[in-house]
C-alpha cells in the first residue's frame, strides 16, 4: 500500500476546511494600505493616495508641527533598537497624533453590494509620546451621501490602555460591519475607510484634557464575504439551491433561502444568488 492512497481524502478535507472558514471571502484592494508608499530613509509626512482633514480653524500651526505632520510614514527601526516593532508588515507603517480631528482617509474603487458583509482590520499600536491612559481611536467604514458628507457605516473604538506601557507589537483591531441590504443607504455606494482620532475639542484643555501622544497603525486589510447560498447542504450552489430558493419564491416566513437579510425571497436575493452560480460554498 502506497502513502498515495491517504493523500487524496486530506487534500479533498482541507480544501473544505479552506471553503468554510473563508466563507467566499474576497480580498478589497485599499492602494498603500501598508503604507510602504513613499519610500522613507526615516520619516515623511506625506503618504501616498491617504487623505487627510483639512486644517482646523483651532489648530495653532506656530507650536512646532504643521498640521500636516501630525500623520505622516516612518521606517521601522532595526531589530537591535529597542523601539523596533517586531511585527510591521513590510517595512514602514504610520503615525497619528492622538489630537482632535487627525484622521486619514481613502474612498475606494469598490462599492458595497448587497448580501455581502465586510470585514476591516488594522494593525495598532498605542502609547507613543507619553500618551495618557483612555485615549481612543476609532476605524471606521463609510459611504458618501448626497453632500458628499463622509456617513459612518460601521465603527470600532480601540483605547489605549496606559498598563501596557511602552509597546512595539501592533495589535490587529478588527471591524464586522454585517450583510448590506437592499435598502441601506450605502448599497452601491462606494466604500470608504476612515482611521480616525476620537478626541474631542475638550480633550485640549492642557489640565482635563487627553490629547497628546501619537498611534502607530499599519496593515489595512479589508474583504467581503458572501452569504451562504448553499440550501441544500451539499456545498455547492446549483440547479438543487435555485429549486429551494423557487419553493421560497416571496416568501417572508422561514425564508432560508433569504440571502440579503431582509425575511423575504424574490428578486435581489436571485441577483446575489447569480453571482454565486456554481460556487463550491
Ligand atoms: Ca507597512
Ligand atoms: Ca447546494
Ligand atoms: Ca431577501
Redesign the pocket.
Known sequence: MTHRYFERPLIVTMVLAVCANGLYAESIDIPNASFESPDTLFADPSIDFWQEAPTPWWYDESGGYLWTQLTGVFLNLPPEDPSHIDNCDGDQAVWLFALPEVELFQDLNDVFEVGRAYHLVVGIIGGGGGMLDGVPIEIRLFYRDAENNKVTVGATTHTYDINTGVVTHFIDVPLDVREVQ?SDPWAGKNIGVQLVSTLTLADLDPETGRAGGFWDLDNVRLTSSAPNADFSGDSFVNFKDFAIMGEQWLSCTD?TA?????????M??VSVFAELWLQDM
Open positions: 437592499i425564508a433569504d440571502l440579503t437579510q431582509d425575511g423575504c425571497v424574490d435581489p436575493d
